[in-house]
C-alpha cells in the first residue's frame, strides 16, 4: 500500500448520486428492510473520476489498474448509510475488492510513506519499522486479509511489471507510473548494489558487475 490523497468531491455527485442513493435507502426503510440487500448501484458512472484520483492505481495494491472498482472503504452491509457518500470510496481492483469483502483494513488515506516495501526477488510486501505502534496491528492485519504479502495472484501482478522492467521493456520511470513500490525496492536495489561497488573498490577488492538490471524474482 502507498498512501493516497483524498480526491475531490465531483460537482454533479450529490444531484447523481447521494440524493438519489440517499432517497433509495429511505425508501427501503420504510418498506422495513433496512439493511436488506445490496444498495442500488448510482456510483458506477463515477469510477473513473475516482480512478484519475487514485492515477489508476489499486488503493491496497497499488499497481496499474485499466478498470478497477468503487470500493466502499467502510462496507455497505456494516455501514448502509456510507453508501453514497463520496468519502467512502477507493479505487481498487476487482480481486482486491472481493478479498476485501467487509472487512476493516488500514485506509490508503492514512498509509504513511515507508510504511510497506516489496522485498526482491521474492517481491512479497513487508511491513517496515516506519509504522507507527498505533497503526501497525491493523496494518499487519491489512497484509494477511488481503493477502498482499504473498497471496499468489497479487505475486503474479508484480512479477509481470518487474519482469517488463527486468527486460528492458519498461523504464524506471514508467515502473513508477504503474507500480511505484516495485520501482521503489528496484531503485533501492540499485543504490545498494553501486555502494558495494564503490565500497568495493576503495578496498581493492572485485567489484560488483556494474549491470543494473534487477535479478530475475523466484518462481
Not at 513487508?126 to 486479509?145: F, Y
Request: aromatic share 8%.
Amino acid at each position: 500500500m502507498i498512501r493516497v490523497e483524498r480526491v475531490p468531491e465531483p460537482p454533479d455527485f450529490d444531484e447523481k448520486v447521494r440524493r438519489p442513493g440517499s432517497a433509495w435507502l429511505a425508501e427501503r426503510r420504510a418498506e422495513g428492510g433496512a439493511a436488506e440487500g445490496r444498495p442500488r448501484d448510482y456510483w458506477t458512472p463515477f469510477r473513473e473520476r475516482l480512478a484519475e484520483g487514485f492515477r489508476n492505481l489499486c488503493a491496497y495494491h497499488a499497481m496499474r489498474e485499466n478498470v478497477g472498482t468503487v470500493d466502499h472503504f467502510r462496507s455497505v452491509k456494516k455501514h448502509p448509510q456510507l453508501a453514497y457518500e463520496w468519502s467512502n470510496y477507493r479505487f481498487a481492483s476487482g480481486l482486491m475488492n472481493q478479498v476485501k469483502k467487509d472487512a476493516d483494513v488500514l485506509d490508503p488515506h492514512e498509509v504513511g510513506e515507508g510504511w510497506f516495501e516489496i522485498s526482491l526477488p521474492s517481491l512479497q510486501l513487508v511491513a517496515t519499522d516506519k509504522i507507527p505502534a498505533e497503526h501497525r496491528e491493523l496494518a499487519l492485519h491489512t497484509l494477511r486479509r488481503l493477502r498482499l504479502d504473498q497471496g499468489e495472484a497479487v505475486i503474479r501482478c508484480r512479477q509481470a511489471w518487474y519482469e517488463l522492467h527486468a527486460r528492458g521493456r519498461l523504464s524506471l520511470e514508467g515502473l513508477y507510473e504503474v507500480a511505484p513500490l516495485i520501482a521503489a525496492a528496484v531503485e533501492k536495489q540499485n543504490r545498494e548494489r553501486g555502494r558495494a561497488a564503490h565500497e568495493a573498490l576503495r578496498a581493492g577488492g572485485p567489484t560488483l558487475s556494474a549491470d543494473p538490471s534487477p535479478e530475475k524474482p523466484s518462481e
